[in-house]
């Protein structure tokens, strides 16, 4: 280190030494010593709280743990394994969640996009936009399905009113697996579209007017203008909101089950309830351990497809 | 997965030049933008005006006529029975006071390791780095299990802690603090440590008083994510008494049947506090999102 030469050994600056006492010269420039005891608290929770319970979760998983019970219980090998795999009710219920991602991903992008774009080249009163779209994201989910409960009501509700005064009989909202999943969708995307909405509106914000001048200049269409500059220009804005997003709708969990308890007949059920179901209805956690093991990893290998994935396109780009 | 970019520079305000000289085919393109995203705004408003509206009707009104949006008998019974009948007050002192323990622990713990890992070198810093990384792609949801074992095992289930303790490990904060402190010249530390200041000090005097939206992004997300907070709080509180509002809410939701006046009241009373925080502190609020991208 270059900075020990310039400190010196403690001999030559008996001054300064004195007022330092007991910290060495190093210590000083590189806080050898205070660095790990700053980081200790942060650290001490972090090993109690996330890497611990992983671990635990991992080992778990191979036994035959009740939630009622302390200890691990049996040994149970791949057994735990073996049967999620093979569980149907499992597999439906990532189904489940790979829809509602589906479902919700395209439209909580594309909306927020165009929804920011709109927003964007209005001139005054812009604080009421970013009010009307982001104030639903700070309402508590039970709030939030206490709202929508009511709006999806049959025959009283606003929804089926509404559409009815367009001359369209209103579908069976919240009682077929089908429309279930929709409604659902449609209140993930009134609630959180907000978060996305802002995201887009500040990257929308830092492009320079001096761009769309030179491109207006040149006599480019509106539409040209919108696909050659303002698109590639968020890229990096979309790639972070896609990855959020697909990341966010996979840990899907408390409107399904407050809207629908994951019905009717668990034809809405997420993974995460699956997890809960078995954990703490049947109080198998062992069991709940591995199949929520099998879930973190799809969701892992969903991060790491699109961290690819977008790097391999930051390439071609740079290419 | 979340970028960290905190000095990002602020937008200047204003798109009025852009159109210039715009021709009338432009302008009623404006004009249709416009239109659209007024639209839409309403439409985002609807949910939260009805709710207010249906919780403001007296019952008999709402039975007869449940989607009118008038009534000349205002009447705040509603809310009157909602907080007569159920915990609501307790609700709101837990969820307080869990939200605003988890945010300070959130800014001391994770400013000082960020500090730590920003300015300091020190053995294993690199391998720490690596961890955190590591945590980054970890979703506590998928952690109820072994963590309600850890939380019954320390007899914590039904307390403040069991709602605190797992907000505090955010990896993203400690990002936001380190990224926030290398931006901070390391001349302003100098001139303290010249002055015999350590580690702490410098960190408390020097780098803390600088590092106000770093402080206050971290501060009123987590705020914000621990009030809202809903799986976990459902697992580990069973008694009424220790409740946040989520999940009170959620438990007395079914017992107020078709009582719309009701329902709604709680919904809007469930919504006000983080709605006031909201209305407070939207700059904070936006400034935090889009400089962290801060999801939770």
Redesign the interface.
Known sequence: MVTDTIAGPTGTAPARTASRRSRTPTESFTGRRTGPWMTAPFMVLYLLFLIGPLIYGIVMSFFNSSIVHSGLGRFAGVSNYREALTDSAFWQSMWHTVLFTIFTTPPLVILAFVLALLTERIRHGRWFYRFAFFAPYVVPSAAVVLIWLWIYTPAVGLATKWLSAFGITAPNWLGSADWGMISVSLLTIWWTIGFNFILYLAALQEIPREIYDAASVDGASGFATMWRITLPLVGRTTALVIALQIIASLKVFDQIYLLLSGGPNLSTRPALEYVYDVGFTDYRAGYAAAASMIYFLAILLASIVWLIFSRVRVKEEAA | ???VTLD??Q????????R?GASSR?RF??AL??T??VL???I?????A??LV?SLRPEGEITTN??SWWTSHWTLSGYRQVIDSSDLLVWYMNSFITSAVSAALSV???S??G???A???????RF?LG??LA?L??????????????F??LHLTNTYWSLI??T??N?VA?FVFMTFFRGIPTSLGDAA?VD?A???RL?RTVYMPLSRPAISAVAILTF?WT??N??WPL?VLSSTKTMT???G??SV?SGYGAH?AE??A???L??LP??A??VLF?RQ??EG??ST?L?G
Do not use: D, H
């Open positions: 997965m979340s970028a990002r520079a937008p200047a305000g204003g798109v009025s030049s852009r210039v432009t393109f404006n933008c416009g659209v995203v839409f705004a309403l985002w408003l609807v949910p939260l009805w709710a249906t449940p989607t001391l713990t994770c000082m390791a500090f730590a890992l300015r300091t070198r020190f053995k294993g810093r720490m961890l955190l945590g792609v970890i979703p506590p949801q998928v952690l109820i299990i072994p963590m309600f074992q850890e019954t095992a303790l797992p505090a490990p990896v400690v440590r015999g350590g580690w702490f960190y914000v009030w809202n809903f799986l697992l509002i989520p999940v809410l959620a939701a719309y329902v709604m709680s919904a809007v469930g919504a983080l709605f925080v909201f939207q609020i936006i999102v889009t991208g999801k």
